[in-house]
């Protein structure tokens, strides 16, 4: 039984090691197969990307995740979950934008 098995399971890829391989979605390449799905972190201040936010997704594309889909945003201020979420009402919140997704990427993983 013992031989079966491992015969069977030599004939199988690994799959951490597809995990960890590159692939692509549509023209876009990406250096593995971890997806962080969007949350809502509750990190921004008062509807603007705050430095602990920004810290918190840099840590996770350090940690090789290879796709981070950001959390929800609200695009009115009365319609925002709370405080803490991160708003598009006004452009007034856009000069972090670029430091945001600078330090949310690693080499290698498109912003």
Known sequence: MDDK???VSAKEPNPV???ESPCHIGALALPNRFVRSATHESLAEDGAVSERLITA???LARGRVGTIVT???AV???GRIS???IGLWTTAFCPAWPAWSA???RPGTPA
Request: hydrophobic share 40%.
């Open 76 to 78: 009115a201020q009365d």
């Open 17 to 19: 090691s597809l995990l």
């Open 57 to 59: 997704l840099s840590r």
């Open 5 to 7: 098995m491992n015969a």
């Open 103 to 105: 330090r949310s990427t």
């Open 83 to 85: 405080p803490t979420q």
């Open 71 to 73: 959390g929800a945003a």
